[in-house]
């Protein structure tokens, strides 16, 4: 018997190994609310989100989905829907309000509360240091961009370790590096709002300098069973043909979304083409000695974030871009097929060829799912009932790419749907919504959506049925 023949429920088709890791994620700045009580500061995203014209409606984190003030509420609910895991984000400016010096002590007992009521509702805690929200003390002292934020993210990796190393045992370092630097800093449709190419790639760099040297202040303050991850959203990537300008296009583009991180972090190295490509923008002079050696410090798992591929021509694109130069040379083509109320094309295939990918690329590397959903234009009917069948449809779809993965080779662990809550959706507001349990906003009242059941039977099945 094999691990996926583990689960005996007849009506399950497609079983998922025993101990996987069935979980649900969030992000601080997107549901905690609470923006300017005991002790925090504003990030980026406060900044950011009160700057006329940034965000849609003029919509702000400040209130959110208010969980600070309904953890329970929330944790509840998670063991309703029976969650092995909860994967959530600690404010940095909750509990080290300047990014500097000593901690907030009511930032820091906010986040061993919520670890021990996840604890005592049976439920692993996994922490993720660092969603986006940077202090805005630093940003105003330089940002990602600046090299000494890598140094200030370690001292604060070491202060959430010792606070909280007895009751969480996985931690991940960085959420999404590639939209911290390329979103924040080269097109500026996310917080600092920054529209650089030469500060987009010193802070990615910087954030994989972060990582590391986050990763080596977590396993000296950590007992040696924690886990240390990391979260990226690498691209899934295909030439529009096999034409040797379109490939070379998706080499590009390859490059600067998904090798920028994955060659320091797993290799020690710069990926010798993304330094050619960029060569008009910058000769990488920022990067120092033994940079790249503190980026490679050694991770247990490898968290990946995916919604939908990307298709790319030889051609040329809108600036400002996110790409670091590569828009030069690059033309993104829309996709076939169904999409989401983001406006993001449907195809499950594209996890199954990341994960597949990284088998190839990263043998002995654990996968873990830790971001997938879909937003739809979904409302509580006159009855209260919220139906989202295109949710449930993706999410299925998506869950049995993860299982044929599974099937072909690939070490994955877990899957965190995203997300658990409707929520505060970065520039685009409160405009859209991937929760499976809907927030009525004005009230906070929340509601499963049948997304949420039809996840709770997954769980509790542990697979998928006929569909």
């Known amino acids: 018997m094999t691990a ?45 989100s009160r700057t006329p014209g940034k965000v849609r409606n003029g919509d702000t984190g400040d209130i959110a989905a208010d969980h600070y003030h309904r953890l329970d509420e929330d944790v509840a609910l998670m063991r309703r829907l029976g969650v092995t895991d909860y994967r959530f984000s600690i404010a940095w400016p909750r509990v080290q309000p300047t990014g500097r010096g000593p901690a907030v002590r009511k930032g820091l007992d906010f986040y061993r509360r919520l670890a021990d009521s996840l604890l005592e509702a049976g439920i692993r805690p996994v922490a993720t240091l660092y969603h986006w929200d940077l202090p805005q003390e630093l940003e105003d002292a330089g940002g990602w961009p600046h090299r000494e934020t890598a140094h200030r993210f370690a001292e604060y990796a070491g202060i959430m370790a010792d606070a909280l190393g007895d009751r969480v045992a996985t931690w991940t370092t960085l959420n999404e590096p590639w939209c911290a630097a390329f979103l924040g800093y080269g097109n500026g449709v996310h917080a600092p709002g920054r529209t650089d190419d030469l500060a987009a790639l010193r802070a990615a760099h910087h954030l994989n300098l972060a990582h590391g040297l986050g990763a080596r202040a977590l396993r000296g303050a950590l007992p040696a069973s924690a886990e240390v991850s990391l979260t990226l959203n690498l691209h899934a990537v295909r030439a529009l043909t096999q034409a040797p300008e379109d490939l070379d296009a998706a080499r590009r583009i390859d490059a600067v979304g998904n090798r920028i991180f994955l060659d320091p972090v797993f290799h020690g190295r710069l990926p010798e083409d993304l330094v050619r490509d960029t060569a008009p923008v910058t000769d990488w002079a920022f990067v120092r000695d033994g940079d790249l050696e503190a980026a490679a410090a050694p991770i247990d798992s490898l968290g990946i974030n995916y919604y939908s591929p990307s298709v790319v021509a030889a051609g040329s694109s809108e600036s400002p871009s996110p790409w670091a130069g590569a828009e030069r040379h690059v033309r993104f083509v829309p996709a076939p097929g169904p999409r989401t109320a983001m406006d993001w094309p449907v195809d499950a295939d594209g996890l199954h060829e990341l994960l597949i990918r990284l088998r190839d690329e990263l043998p002995g590397v654990p996968l873990v799912i830790t971001e997938n959903g879909a937003a739809y234009d979904d409302y509580a009917d006159p009855s209260g009932n919220v139906k989202d069948p295109e949710r449930v449809a993706y999410l299925h779809a998506h869950l049995a790419a993860v299982h044929r993965a599974l099937e072909d080779g690939a070490d994955v662990r877990g899957y965190f749907l995203w997300s658990l809550l409707d929520n505060f959706e970065w520039a685009y507001g409160y405009s859209k919504r991937f929760g499976i349990v809907h927030v009525d906003f004005a009230t906070q009242r929340r509601t499963l959506k049948d997304s949420a059941r039809w996840y709770a039977e997954v769980i509790a099945r542990g697979g998928l049925a006929e569909e």
């Open 4 to 48: 996926l023949d583990a689960r005996t429920d007849p009506a399950t088709t497609l079983r998922f190994p025993e101990g996987f890791r069935w979980g649900t994620a969030t992000a601080a700045y997107q549901i905690e609310g609470a923006a300017a009580e005991d002790g925090r500061t504003p990030s980026i995203w406060d900044t950011f």
